[in-house]
Nanobody, 123 residues
C-alpha cells in the first residue's frame, strides 16, 4: 500500500483547506485510513480516522466539529476537510493506513504512511 498526500499550504486563521491522499496497492483485508499531524517540536498526534468497511469515523477532540474525514473508494482517495483553522493546527499532516479496525489513535498502530503535507495557519 502506498499513500501520497497533497493539498497543504498557507491559510489565514478561520480559513479552510482540503487535504487529499491517494491510496494505491491492495491488501487481502479492508483498509482503514487516518490522518495524523506533527507540529514543530511535538510528537505526532492523531487527527481522524475512517473505517474501511462501515464508513464510520473518529475525530480527535481538538478538531471535532471543524474537520471532516471522508474517503472515495472508487477513486482510492482519502480527504480531510479542515474548516475554521487555528494557528495551533499548523503542522505537517500525514495520511496513514492499516488493515483491520480504524479506532486506533496511537501512531504505532498504523502500518503504512504517506510523506506528509505542510499546513501553516497564520493570523
Amino acid at each position: 500500500v502506498q499513500l501520497q498526500a497533497s493539498g497543504g499550504g498557507s491559510v489565514q486563521t478561520g480559513g479552510s483547506l482540503r487535504l487529499s491522499c491517494v491510496v494505491s496497492g491492495r491488501t487481502q483485508f479492508p483498509i482503514s485510513l487516518a490522518w495524523f499531524r506533527q507540529a514543530p517540536g511535538k510528537e505526532r498526534e492523531f487527527v481522524a480516522a475512517i473505517s474501511g468497511t462501515t464508513g464510520r469515523t473518529l475525530e480527535s477532540d481538538p478538531v471535532e466539529d471543524r474537520f471532516t474525514i471522508s474517503r472515495d473508494n472508487t477513486e482510492g482517495t482519502l480527504y480531510l476537510q479542515m474548516n475554521s483553522l487555528k494557528s495551533e493546527d499548523t503542522a505537517v499532516y500525514y495520511c496513514a493506513a492499516r488493515t483491520g479496525g480504524y479506532n486506533y489513535i496511537a501512531s504505532n498502530a498504523w502500518t503504512y504512511w504517506g510523506q506528509g503535507t505542510l499546513v501553516t495557519v497564520s493570523s
